[in-house]
Structures are given as structure tokens and as C-alpha cells.
């Protein structure tokens, strides 16, 4: 009998890849179909894919990506069963709360991107500070859509220019209202699931981003994955239009 050799993991390596996305943004589809095929409920396929989203981030970081935006929670998905979406906010919470001192340790800034007024003061209240006790650090930005649509963010920009009076804007004034301000625009948009759509996701600051579709769900997502997806983004040619 020989010995075997333990399976490699491979651990993220810009060496390996090239070109590195500077902003990635990620649609983390297919958490229900993951559990469903698993004859489990919804929100554990909610909870795999969190643990997947604490993964990542650890990835993103030892990669040195600059900024990681995640979609996790968008303002149609308010429209979902009570249940789920009591599910969803309670298992998210309980993640990014808990996650924070870790957050600490690698030096990772947290930015909550969406439409907060959905939410109780005291939930907005948490996620404040939860952004608060990160914002010096210097490390990853770790951007978390969360009651996000992105033609609703470009309305409140426009209302926001609307109540200061302009009467002439330029595409800068719109970027430095949306709820990204600041951050560069993401170069890579991964949507895994299989679904080949942008639902409402980063729409203006999209414009010229590379999209990588991908049929694994979510919760599966894994380390390779997202290598393979970094290293196509490193071999196409970005022309932005020119
Ligand atoms: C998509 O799966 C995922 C969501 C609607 C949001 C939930 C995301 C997480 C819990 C991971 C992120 C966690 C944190 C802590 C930020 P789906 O339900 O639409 O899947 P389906 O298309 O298979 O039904």
C-alpha cells in the first residue's frame, strides 16, 4: 500500500495570476439551490454561503486586492417571505458583527453600500459602528451591498444634486454621490449560480467592467474558483471604448 499524498489546497497567489482586478465585486447567487438540492431549508443554504463570504474575504486579502464589494442583500429581496428574509438579516448580522475584531486584525476597512432606512435605528445604529471602528485601517476595503439597488443609488444622487440646487452635473459629481464614493470602480464582476444578469448591481460604476459568469453556486465558490476567475480577468485586453 503507498501513501497518498493529502490534497493540495492551492492558496490565492497574485504571482500565479497577473493582472489583478483593483476592485472585484461579486453576486453571490445560488445559496437557495445549494441547500434545496441538499434537501435542507433556504436560510442554510444562506448560512454556507456566508461561511463561503468569510472565505473569500480571507482570500481577497492574501491576494492584496484592493477593494471587494459583495452583494448581499438587495432592495427587491425585501420582497422574499418573511421567514427568509428574517433568516437572511439574522445570520448576516450575527457574521458581520461577530467578524469585526477579525476584520481588526487584517487591517480591513468595512463599508456598508445601500439604502439603510429599510432598517430599525438601532440595526443602522450597529452597522455605523461596526464601519466606524474600521475606518482608519488601511488595508482591504470590504464594501457589503446590503439593501442595495443601483438605479435607486443613482436616484438619490440625482435628488441629492437636485436639493443643492445644480442645474449642470458632470459624471464625477454622480460618482462622488453614490454610495461608493471614493473607491475606484470595479474592474471584475463575478456572478456565480449560473444566472447571466447584473441585476441592479453597481450599474453606474460598471460601465467598464469586465463580467465573469460562473454556473457554481455560491456556497461552493472556493478558493479555486476564484483563481480561475482572476486569471481569465488577467488575460483579456481592456480597451475602455477606445
Ligand atoms: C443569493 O442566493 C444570496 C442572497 C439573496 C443573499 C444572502 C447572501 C449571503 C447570506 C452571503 C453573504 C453574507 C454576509 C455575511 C455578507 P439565492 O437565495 O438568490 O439563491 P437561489 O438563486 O439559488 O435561490
Not at 440625482?158 to 440646487?165: K, T
Not at 449560473?194 to 461552493?220: C, H, T
Request: aromatic content about 10%; charged content about 30%.
Amino acid at each position: 500500500m503507498f501513501w497518498s499524498r493529502k490534497k493540495k489546497t492551492k492558496k490565492a497567489n497574485a504571482a500565479d495570476i497577473g493582472v489583478l482586478p483593483r476592485h472585484l465585486a461579486i453576486i453571490m447567487d445560488g445559496n437557495g439551490r445549494w441547500a434545496t438540492r441538499r434537501g435542507m431549508p433556504r436560510t442554510a443554504g444562506h448560512k454556507a454561503g456566508s461561511e463561503n463570504f468569510v472565505r473569500t474575504v480571507d482570500a481577497c486579502d492574501r491576494l492584496g486586492i484592493q477593494c471587494l464589494t459583495v452583494y448581499a442583500f438587495s432592495t427587491e429581496n425585501w420582497q422574499r417571505s418573511d421567514d427568509e428574509v428574517q433568516g437572511i438579516l439574522k445570520i448576516m448580522h450575527a457574521y458581520i458583527i461577530k467578524y469585526v475584531p477579525e476584520l481588526m486584525k487584517k487591517n480591513i476597512r468595512l463599508r456598508i453600500l445601500g439604502d439603510l432606512s429599510y432598517f430599525d435605528e438601532e440595526s443602522r445604529r450597529a452597522l455605523g459602528d461596526s464601519e466606524k471602528k474600521l475606518e482608519n485601517n488601511t488595508g482591504l476595503t470590504l464594501c457589503i451591498a446590503l439593501s442595495y439597488g443601483g438605479r435607486n443609488e443613482i436616484k438619490q444622487a440625482l435628488e441629492s444634486l437636485i436639493r443643492e440646487g445644480r442645474t449642470e452635473v458632470t459624471e464625477e459629481d454622480i460618482s462622488n454621490r453614490l454610495y461608493t464614493a471614493g473607491l475606484p470602480d470595479p474592474d471584475l464582476v463575478i456572478r456565480t449560480g449560473g444566472e447571466k444578469r447584473i441585476s441592479n448591481f453597481l450599474l453606474w460604476q460598471s460601465a467598464y467592467a469586465e463580467y465573469y459568469f460562473s454556473d457554481v453556486l455560491w456556497p461552493d465558490f472556493d478558493e479555486d474558483c476564484l483563481l480561475e476567475a482572476a486569471s481569465e480577468f488577467g488575460r483579456r485586453k481592456r480597451r475602455f471604448g477606445k
